[in-house]
């Protein structure tokens, strides 16, 4: 008679036991389950809703750390190619540019080396540990590289000689890049004929 007693009470716990799994189990689907309906219902209100635009800075928050640093790169590289289009448009008008009123000393600079046809200025947006552009003095219609003629050889030849003096003054003899952007879709950006000199860090190939 006891053990007929035990074994409907074990029976009847293993019965609770495994209502009581069901019943979690249920509960943790349920709690899925409306978690993924909450969010789907947040994204469509962002989708849809006439006051919010999908765009990057509404869908960013959706994303893991490293997709919005991706999105970054390529905003900021959008900005650019915004910038060198918008900068092209004026780019033969002859009006000063930001150049022209840093050689002028009317906007301050970090000047690292200085003759009387060349100047050489630290970029205030560094893209490597030494960056340092080099500009002549007179731009004499050199707005880039493109457009240069046989009488401007010399200064030329004056640009990148001094991005060698930059390059030893900086202690990068070792290992550094020249770069000229050239029009828009090389996302130039100041239309004055200008050299980046780059180093400090290990360069990669192909360049971007």
């Known amino acids: 008679m006891l053990a007929f007693l035990f074994a409907d009470i074990s029976r009847a716990r293993r019965e609770f036991f495994a209502l009581t799994n069901a019943m979690a189990v249920a509960s ?4 899925l389950l409306r978690s993924y309906a909450a969010a789907s219902r947040a994204f469509s209100a962002i989708r849809t809703s ?12 959706l ?12 905003k900021a ?12 448009a004026s780019a033969d008008s002859g009006a000063p540019t930001i150049f022209d009123k840093i050689i002028a000393k009317e906007i301050p600079s970090t000047i690292v ?22 500009i002549p003095k007179f731009r004499d219609g050199l ?8 009488r401007h050889g010399e200064i030329l030849g004056e640009l990148l000689y001094a991005a060698k003096i930059v390059a030893e003054k900086e202690g990068i003899l070792d290992g550094f890049r020249v770069v000229i952007n ?5 996302c130039q950006s100041v239309y004055h004929l200008h050299l980046h000199v780059l180093g400090g860090r290990q360069m990669k190939w192909p360049p971007g």
């Open 182 to 186: 050239n029009g828009p879709e090389a």
């Open 50 to 61: 006439p006051r919010v635009s999908l765009n990057y800075g509404s869908i960013k928050f």
């Open 28 to 31: 943790s689907s349920f709690t």
């Open 143 to 150: 707005t880039q590289l493109g457009k240069a003629e046989a």
């Open 77 to 88: 590289t959008n900005d650019e190619e915004a910038s060198a289009k918008a900068a092209a």
């Open 113 to 134: 080396y200085e003759n009387e046809k060349v100047l050489a200025f630290r970029d205030i947006n560094p893209q490597a540990p030494v960056h340092v552009v080099v």
């Open 63 to 74: 994303l893991p750390i490293q997709s919005r640093r991706s999105l970054s790169c390529i």
